[in-house]
């Protein structure tokens, strides 16, 4: 028997579109804040040592989806069960301690990600080597370059063991040499992992890396299967 | 995986995580110091300027005993810093950590701990130099220090649930820590911090302060640090209704908000 590793049942998500608790609103009689709907009820489950492409337009509900699984987001209806631990790979370049060195982000960093602190100072040498930035993480963060907060934060992200790898939009990062090589550390990651859930619009980079496909539109399953017919009917309608 | 997003189980499982928000909340006041000389010796330092400045002037101006007066002031400034921060400062404690909220799946309550933990160390900072003051007008007692101890454990609880309830309305209500903040501006007014509660007794006034939560929260610490003695049933009764009813509010309002908040980040 297979085990599922994420099961997801009649979710959807509704983003509302307004910063306020509907007090307001509810004196005057204009009813429930508006909202966004993200995902309609969308179901599917992911066995074990699958690799499951997301693709579909803008706007689609692609992140949305992912922020579910990672246990961001709440589900406003149906249910999304995860087993095992969670690495999500998303917006690398945010939330940075300005004023704090590069050594001192990347302890945040991990401890944010869950990692034990004797566990981070194991990892701090590895983690400092794969992102090469050298003497500059003694400086305050602040004095970085964009490619330079990539390289912190993916370099921290991936120095993990997990079963479950969600991956948004990941690759790109930083210049040549630090793209061909966070490449590398991905595929390691999901030679590992268990479980790959990604999302993109590199159409060849999907084929490279999943073997199932989800595609979705307007927050609903359009296709999902195998990626070597999927891609191919996405690609004759999408583009 | 750390599934978050059932509220009472996150406020203990975050709480847990005291590596996490003590280490962001240390390096929240190192940051705040930062390309400064002093680095955070600066909350010792400011305060201490203010507490001799002020702390004279006023006893001149009121034409009140220089001995009792100023570390009364001083302790009372102190402590009202921190009751206002724990409104204002922690308003931004979500806000101010969005980033880390959308990408990390700990339980968010880690960023108000971590909000009030940083304002517990200026506190204590701030804290050392009334203990001086006091020191200096040859009040302090042992015992005094003892007894401040249970009254700073509730203001301490009284803090936490003004942080919860601030953090999580301000990202649905952005006017919240304005509004929070010229309130407690009028409030320092009528509270007895500048001016002793007998004040406002000889004057037929009592009602101003014995309807003042803030006065008891103050007296709790404030009282046996000056006197030596626990402060009074009617204060600690007083503090403790307070605490007791805003908790009776903050939990079911904070837990409510709890699912939805990353939406209005």
């Known amino acids: 028997m297979t085990i599922q590793a994420i099961r997801v049942e009649g979710l959807s998500v509704d983003y509302p579109l307004e910063n306020s608790l509907g007090i307001a609103r509810t004196v005057l009689g204009k009813g429930a804040v508006p909202t966004n709907n993200a995902l309609d009820e969308i179901s599917f489950t992911v066995n074990d040592g699958e690799r499951v492409g997301i693709i579909g337009p803008n706007g689609a509900g692609k992140s949305t989806l992912l922020r579910v699984l990672a246990g961001i987001l ?120 268990r479980v790959l859930v990604f999302t993109s619009h590199n159409m060849d980079l999907v084929r490279s890396l999943c073997d199932r496909i989800i595609w979705i539109n307007k927050g609903r399953i359009v296709e999902d299967g195998p990626a070597d017919s999927v891609i191919p009917l996405y690609l004759s309608t999408e583009v | 995986m750390r599934q978050s997003g059932v509220f009472h189980r996150d406020i203990l499982n975050g709480f847990q995580l005291w590596r996490v928000w003590g280490y962001l909340a240390i390096n929240d006041l190192r940051g705040k110091f930062a390309r400064s000389t002093l680095g955070a010796a600066w909350i010792i330092v400011s305060f201490a300027i203010w507490a001799g400045g002020v702390g004279f002037i006023y006893a001149r101006l009121f034409q009140l005993d220089t001995r009792t007066f100023v570390p009364f002031l001083t302790v009372g400034f102190a402590l009202w810093g921190f009751v206002t921060s724990s409104f204002v400062e922690s308003s931004m404690s979500f806000l101010g950590s969005a980033g880390y909220v959308k990408q990390f799946n700990l339980p968010k309550q880690i960023y108000v701990y971590r909000s009030v933990l940083a304002q517990t160390i200026t506190l204590s900072m701030s804290l050392l130099v009334c203990l001086a003051v006091i020191a200096i007008f040859g009040s302090l007692t042992f015992s005094g220090i003892l007894f401040a101890i249970p ?58 302060y014995r309807f003042n939560p803030f006065y008891y929260l103050l007296e709790l610490v404030r009282q046996p640090l000056l006197t030596g003695s626990m402060a009074g049933m009617d204060v600690w009764g007083g503090a403790l209704l307070y605490v007791v009813l805003l908790c009776i509010v903050v939990w079911p309002f904070c837990k409510r908000l709890d699912s939805r908040l990353v939406y209005a980040l």
């Open chain 2, 151 to 208: 009254g700073l454990l509730l203001l301490l609880a009284a803090a936490m649930l003004h942080s919860f309830f601030s953090a999580y309305i301000t990202p649905y209500l952005r006017d919240f820590p304005h509004a929070i903040g010229s309130f407690m501006n009028v409030i320092f007014f009528v509270t007895p911090i500048i001016f002793p509660a007998q004040m406002l007794e000889e004057r037929g006034l009592g009602m101003v």
């Open chain 1, 74 to 193: 709440p589900p406003t209806a149906g249910q999304a069960r995860v087993l095992g631990t969670v690495a999500p790979l998303f917006e690398f370049a945010t939330g940075f301690e300005m004023e704090l060195s590069g050594y001192e982000n990347i302890r945040i960093r991990s401890l944010l990600q869950g990692i034990a602190w004797d566990r981070i100072k194991e990892q701090m040498p590895e983690i400092a080597a794969f992102s090469e930035l050298g003497d500059a993480l003694y400086q305050p963060v602040r004095t970085y370059s964009s490619g330079m907060f990539i390289r912190l934060a993916f370099s921290t992200a991936t120095a993990i063991d997990p079963d479950i790898l969600l991956i948004d939009e990941a690759f790109g990062a930083g210049d040549q040499h630090f793209s061909v090589k966070s490449a590398k550390r991905m595929r390691e990651l999901m030679d590992k992992g």
